[in-house]
């Protein structure tokens, strides 16, 4: 089964950008659609960005559309994502996490097979 651990996060201010990375000790992540996902205090997990396994194909939350991009590096086994023009409704914990999904299901908004610890996001105004 395949290990997910996140990096890159931390405090910035609203503007600011970040690079989150999510690399796996075990397995092979071009094998998974991968999803990011995050989770604020107090609030339901909510898929922020996936990208399909063996392919370039991405979905975006509306949320993020225009502010971050999910990307692969096949030869890292890692997949990151980049935050642009972050915001304080931003702050959570990221995660990512293998899905049966990408792109995402309206049938299943919490498609996660395997996560991560998490990297915490936070974003003063």
């Known amino acids: 089964q395949v290990q997910l651990v996140e990096s890159g996060g931390g405090v910035v201010q609203a503007g600011a950008t970040l690079r989150l990375s999510c690399t796996a000790s075990?397995?092979?992540?071009?094998?998974?659609?991968m999803v990011w996902f995050r989770q604020a205090p107090g609030k339901e997990r909510e898929q922020v960005s996936c990208?399909?396994?063996?392919?370039?194909?991405?979905d975006y939350a509306n949320f993020v559309k225009g502010r971050f991009t999910i990307s692969r590096d096949n030869a890292m086994n890692t997949v990151y994502l980049q935050m642009d023009n972050l915001k304080p409704e931003d702050t959570a914990v990221y995660h990512c996490?293998?899905?049966?999904?990408?792109?995402?299901?309206?049938?299943?908004?919490?498609?996660?097979?395997?996560w991560g610890q998490g990297t915490q996001v936070t974003v003063s105004s």
């Open positions: 996490a293998t899905s049966a999904f990408c792109p995402f299901s309206k049938d299943y908004p919490q498609p996660f097979h395997t």
């Open positions: 075990e397995g092979n992540l071009d094998d998974y659609n």
């Open positions: 990208i399909r396994e063996k392919d370039v194909r991405t």
